[in-house]
């Protein structure tokens, strides 16, 4: 029971990714298409722009406990297609079978790969604890424990032709260098304060900003440092065929024991950390006739990894004329899978953001008399 706990998490974090910090459980600015710079307030402030935390306008205290979000998306393959393609096909006797792909399903597959690449990726963010309060002579102060695990893959357009069209008998040549993976899992302390700032401004005009400092703990990570492979084959007479395999990668990675497949231990929320960091949110927001227009950079820092590190390589280059040979084979293996070492420390940067926001109420003094009542319109970069 523990190693399947054990190899859920892992599993939870490797296909789980850039993870966006603040954007999943601030219920307003998801309500609102995901245009959270200027509408977050209070806690959905953290790690979005620490300055809106000075612009509740009255006195307040609020808490959370065990809020979340997450969002996948797929350039690779949309919901339509999967339920078209990989759902299989009814039956004479009601049974799905599988369904068998003509040359215009593969090239319908393909055609998502416009620029050679698709995107998939997946972000959770756990809001544990927080708390926020705000006095409009002191400005807003909130404190909060977030986990946030990731997941991105892009994946090159050759990878899927070759799983539908395998080597070609005339000959066939299928490059993955672009292919690139990372993952994460790290739970962050924040504590994050705005407030008006004290500057002589114009009437109808005011300025605030604010600054949050967070004390990463690490957990997981995987990232492909470097990654070049390319298969092809050749027809050289007599059905036979020379292959061509050249491989070229670095991938690095670090994590807790309840990721190494080795060690038995039971599955602990608060296990000691494989890596610490250290990141800054600094944020301003201006507020121009009832306009809004807000700006923050967030997680400005990085993690370094210490314990289990580990990486995985691979420089293998071949002309095989007979792939059955057991040499052959082992060298196949490594040349597919690499070889791991044990490394030192190594420091990966946290997914800094630059944000830029503009909000208008219908109420402002700017706002054109057209606009209807209680509207709030935002737009988000």
Do not use: C
Not at 52 to 59: I, K, V
Not at 242 to 265: C, H, K, Q, T, W
């Amino acid at each position: 029971m523990r190693s399947v706990v054990r190899n859920s998490v892992a599993a939870l974090v490797i296909l789980s990714a850039g993870v966006s910090a603040g954007e999943r459980s601030g219920s307003r600015g998801i309500g609102m298409a995901r245009t959270v710079n200027g509408p977050a307030r209070g806690l959905a402030a953290l790690g979005v722009n620490p300055a809106n935390l000075g612009m509740n306008g009255y006195t307040l205290v609020s808490a959370e406990l065990l809020s979340f979000g997450f969002r996948t998306t797929s350039e690779m393959i949309s919901y339509d297609l999967y339920n078209e393609f990989f759902t299989g096909v009814a039956g004479p006797n009601g049974v799905r079978e599988p369904r068998y792909l003509d040359e215009a399903d593969k090239q319908r597959i393909l055609s998502r790969f416009p620029d050679g690449t698709a995107l998939s990726s997946l972000d959770l963010e756990l809001v544990s604890a927080g708390v926020a309060a705000y006095h409009p002579s002191l400005g807003g102060l909130a404190v909060a424990i977030t986990d946030r695990l990731g997941v991105n893959a892009v994946i090159p357009k050759d990878f899927m032709t070759i799983l539908l069209y395998g080597l070609d008998p005339n000959g066939s040549s299928y490059a993955f260098d672009r292919l690139r993976a990372s993952a994460w899992w790290f739970r962050e302390f924040n504590v994050s304060y705005g407030t008006r700032l004290p500057i002589s401004l114009p009437p109808g005009t005011e300025l605030y900003g604010g600054i949050g400092m967070k004390f990463i703990a690490g957990y997981g990570f995987f990232e492909t440092e470097r990654y070049r492979a390319a298969v092809a084959n050749e027809p050289v007479g007599g059905g036979q065929y020379v292959a061509r395999l050249d491989f070229d990668y670095v991938i690095r990675r670090s994590g807790v024991e309840m990721f190494d497949p080795r060690n038995s231990g039971a599955f602990s929320l608060f296990p000691a950390p494989a890596g610490k960091g250290f990141g800054i949110d600094v944020g301003l927001a201006a507020i121009i006739h009832g306009i809004e227009a807000h700006l923050s950079v967030t997680d400005i820092g990085s993690i370094s990894w210490k314990r289990n590190t580990v990486e995985t390589y691979s420089r293998y280059r071949a002309e095989l004329t007979d792939p059955f040979l057991g040499t052959i084979e082992d060298s196949l293996q490594y040349a597919v899978r690499g070889r791991n070492r044990a490394i030192g420390e190594f420091s990966a940067p946290l997914p800094t953001k630059l944000r830029v926001g503009i909000v208008l109420e219908s109420g402002a003094s700017a706002a054109p008399s057209w606009i209807p009542t209680n509207l709030l319109i935002a737009v988000d970069y």
